[in-house]
Structure formats: C-alpha cells, structure tokens
C-alpha cells in the first residue's frame, strides 16, 4: 500500500496538480479540493484512477486524464502527503488544512500562494499568437552563446569530448 501511495505520488509531482477547483452550484460560486493527472497514455491514468478511486476520461483533445474532488481529494492527498516534497508537499499542507470545500477568501489566499502563470502560458501557445511568435523570432538576432576561447576551455576540461571529436 505504502508503495503504490509513493508511486501515486511521484506521478503527481511529475504530471498533476493539487489545486481548488472553482465549481457553481445554485447559482453561487464554491472552491473545492482537486487533484487532477493528465497524461496521452491510458494505462498509467487507469492505475492512477484506481488508487484514487475514480474513473480515468479521455478530453477532446485526447488527453487520458484522472481527478479527485471534494473528500475524495482530501482522501488522496492525506495518503501521498508523506512521499511529496517542495511546492507539492506545501499545496497539499494547505489544502489538507483549509478542507476540501473553500470560501472565496482561502481559493484566493490559495491562489496567492500558489499561483503559476499556466493559463497565462497556455495562451500564449495558441494558434491566434503562433504569427506573433513567429514574426518576434524571425526579428530576433541569434548569437553564440559563448565565446570561441571558453568552447575551448570547455573541451579542454572534457577530454573525451576532445578525442571523440578528432582533436
């Protein structure tokens, strides 16, 4: 049990997110405990989604992925909890603290935390801005990235790299 708890985890830490979610419910607003696994392979979300006690679900985009809300959440993260570390561990603390259903004042205080810039990037990655991007690059001047002399010290310092590359 205790390792399917560590892997669980690992796959979180690699590919998931311990977050609130924001959910509407007659005709209010409510943050509820999420932990959520999307990967493009089946088998692994299946065994995840077992662990976890749910049922894996492809996207329209073809993504397999898992989650658990509410107490489920709660359930998932008390029993990972000891095998994550670094900014997982301190999400899973907080919510683990907070409960699985959140007012307003803690999804923000959450947020403030925690928050990453995703759906930021991810707009930054769609095809309306790919021109744009595009456009920038095509500007940008490439140069090297160091000097001649310090390539030199560099192979120097390796000499595999220098016999293998006929010097």
């Not at 049990?1 to 209010?28: N, R, T």
């Not at 088998?43 to 509410?70: C, H, Q």
């Not at 021109?131 to 095509?138: D, G, L, P, V, Y």
Request: with cysteine; hydrophobic share 40%; net charge positive.
């Amino acid at each position: 049990m205790e390792e399917a708890a560590a892997w669980l985890a690992g796959f979180i830490v690699g590919d998931g997110c311990l977050c609130y979610s924001s959910k509407p419910k007659d005709g209010k607003r409510y943050f509820e405990a999420r932990v959520r696994i999307g990967i493009f392979e089946m088998e692994p979300i299946e065994k995840a989604a077992r662990l976890m006690g749910v049922k894996p679900f492809k996207t329209s985009r073809g993504r397999y992925e898992s989650d658990a809300n509410g107490t489920r959440a709660i359930s998932v993260i008390s029993r990972i909890i000891p095998h994550l570390a670094g900014r997982k561990a301190r999400e899973g603390a907080f919510i683990l603290e907070h409960g699985p259903r959140v007012s307003l004042d803690v999804y923000m205080q959450y947020r403030d935390l925690f928050w990453n810039g995703r759906r930021k990037q991810a707009a930054l990655a769609t095809p309306r801005d790919w021109a744009t991007i595009r456009k920038a690059n095509e500007q940008a001047t490439l140069t090297p990235p160091c000097s001649a002399a310090s390539g030199l010290r560099w192979k120097q310092s390796l000499p595999n790299v220098a016999r293998l590359s006929g010097q």
